[in-house]
């Protein structure tokens, strides 16, 4: 061999060497502390409570909380900003899909006028997060999901505001980056998780396919260092099986039986009732 192809070879090895380097550097996670994960580990979560195939207790409402707290079901719920700044529990970006006869986006109304609006024809309306905080009462652990937002300062802040003056224990999750970015930089000591999903569920939303490759495989983590990756049920990523092999829990999302407890630290399920833990 040539000293030019031997310094050629030796570039690309070395080049090679650093793919390992670079891919841990950019899937790191930070690892729970023990109170931390205790909570959560092995523990059946109710999605947006425990609300009713029927809809007759709705998602994300009062009723669908209490249920769940009533029957010891750790919950995960979603939070976002109304208008005039209000934190409000709802999922979608509009209400389009479950306040049936009423359109928009949930940031485009005032809070008094959202809170006219019904869900799922039932009695109930779209609560304030600290009602719900109010509802649990702390007798179950909540998995508070923040929604991306061009508002995502004024929502962490707001949201963080509330928890901090709720006696129970908690943990957050976004899909957004930034959003758990910011938790790390202004609430280290709240556990943080990476929301994420296979690349096509990003493209099917409208972002461009590199960001959704980045998005679908945690390549964020190097800004927000998560304690936990909650992931759709599925094939993961080795990004995020690494993620796992490095300390962080891998919770999963949104279980309609009890297939897949054994491969996560945490499931979050809807409409069916598990143990508790497993």
């Known amino acids: 061999m040539s000293k030019k192809s031997a310094r050629i070879t030796a570039g690309i090895l070395g080049g090679l060497a650093l793919i390992p380097a670079a891919t ?3 899937t790191a996670p930070e690892k729970p502390t023990p109170a931390m994960k205790k909570p959560f580990f092995r523990r059946n979560i109710a999605h947006r409570g425990l609300h009713t195939p029927d809809r007759s207790i709705p998602e994300n409402s009062l009723a669908a909380f209490r249920r769940a ?3 010891g079901y750790a919950i995960e719920l979603d939070v976002q900003l109304t208008k005039d700044g209000q934190v409000v529990v709802f999922h979608d970006d509009t209400v389009d899909r479950v306040c049936h006869g009423s359109v928009g986006r949930v940031d485009s109304y005032n809070y ?3 809170r006219e609006l019904r869900i799922e024809e039932t009695d109930e309306y779209i609560p304030l997060f600290f009602e719900v905080l109010e509802t649990v009462g702390g007798r179950v652990p909540l998995l508070v999901e923040l929604k991306t937002t061009k508002n995502r300062k004024e929502l962490c802040e ?3 505001a509330l928890l ?5 224990e908690y943990c957050i999750e976004s899909f ?6 910011w938790y790390r930089k202004n609430a280290p000591e709240v556990m943080r998780g990476q929301l994420a999903a296979p690349a096509d569920g990003y493209i099917k939303s409208g972002k461009p396919p590199i960001l959704s490759f980045i998005l679908s495989h945690c390549l964020f983590n190097f800004l ?3 304690h936990f990756i909650a992931y759709e049920i599925g094939r993961r990523p080795l990004t995020v099986r690494l993620a796992a092999a490095c300390g962080a829990l891998l919770f999963g999302w949104t279980a309609r039986d009890r297939e897949g407890e054994k491969d996560n630290d945490g499931m979050i399920f809807e409409h069916y009732e598990p143990e508790h833990y497993y």
Do not use: C, H, S
Request: glycine share 4%.
């Open 24 to 26: 841990l550097f950019l």
């Open 69 to 71: 707290a009533e029957k």
């Open 112 to 114: 008094l006028d959202l």
């Open 158 to 160: 707001k949201t963080q």
């Open 164 to 168: 901090d003056r709720y006696n129970g």
């Open 176 to 181: 957004d980056p930034m959003i758990v970015k």
């Open 224 to 226: 927000t260092r998560p």
